[in-house]
């Protein structure tokens, strides 16, 4: 079974902040994604990564970067933590068929972190 | 730009009745396409995934259909029970990623 963990559910931040999300995955896949999803908006894609040390911005990466140091860990963090970044965080993974960032197969999701920022 | 569009957005069925889910997308090249169920406060379950040369896929009780040409996708749950009560989200991926739809949100009642 593939397993995604991400290291909090929740987390309480205060405006200012630096916040570090992290996920990591156990079955040796190549994409890793860092979504966010708000209530009527659906889930928005921050960055993702299609191999170690790369990374792509997604829709919604301002406010936001990303580190991905070793294949199985995809880090999110937030330089300067506001109160519109409040919002349920999603990382997922999945295989890539091929060279480049196409991630033909299944996308596997963590559980989830609610971050609230005050 | 792909939008992904679920209707309708809440739904209420008695147990033991079959339903279907809409997805509709406005670009047809496609991927593959994405079903998945999320509980409350929890992450992403994947149910299915169609690949774009596909017409359906089958699980258990549930069956996803793809029509490329028409930008559309059912999810037929069969003789519901209350434990299916979720919200149910498809997704179409892309060049390099996948858009979502806003969910539609499914209560079965006992």
């Known amino acids: 079974d593939v397993k995604v963990t991400q290291s909090s559910r929740y987390l309480v931040k205060r405006t200012g902040e630096k916040v570090f999300l992290e996920c990591v995955q156990d079955m040796d896949h190549e994409n890793m994604f860092w979504y966010r999803q708000d209530p009527g908006l659906g889930l928005r894609l921050i960055y993702f990564?299609?191999?170690?040390?790369?990374?792509e911005k997604g829709d919604i990466p301002e406010g936001y970067s990303v580190s991905r140091e070793k294949k199985e860990r995809f880090s999110l963090i937030l330089e300067s933590a506001s109160t519109n970044q409040t919002s349920m965080y999603l990382c997922?993974?999945?295989?890539?068929?091929?060279?480049?960032?196409?991630?033909?197969?299944?996308?596997?999701f963590g559980p989830g972190t609610r971050l609230t920022v005050t | 730009k792909q939008e992904v569009t679920q209707i309708p957005a809440a739904l209420s069925v008695p147990e033991g009745e079959n339903l279907v889910l809409n997805c509709s997308f406005t670009?047809?090249?496609?991927?593959?396409l994405q079903w998945f169920r999320q509980d409350p406060g929890k992450g992403l379950t994947s149910l299915l995934l169609i690949q774009s040369s596909q017409r359906e896929q089958t699980s258990g009780r549930l069956n996803a259909s793809l029509d490329k040409s028409s930008g559309r996708s059912t999810l037929y749950i069969a003789a519901s029970q209350p434990g299916d009560s979720a919200t149910y989200l498809c997704?179409?991926?892309?060049?390099?990623?996948?858009?979502f739809g806003t969910g539609t949100r499914l209560k079965v009642l006992a």
């Open positions: 997922a993974s999945s295989l890539n068929s091929g060279a480049g960032p196409s991630p033909t197969y299944e996308q596997y």
């Open positions: 670009d047809s090249a496609i991927y593959n």
């Open positions: 990564s299609y191999d170690v040390k790369m990374k």
């Open positions: 997704a179409v991926k892309g060049t390099y990623k996948y858009i």
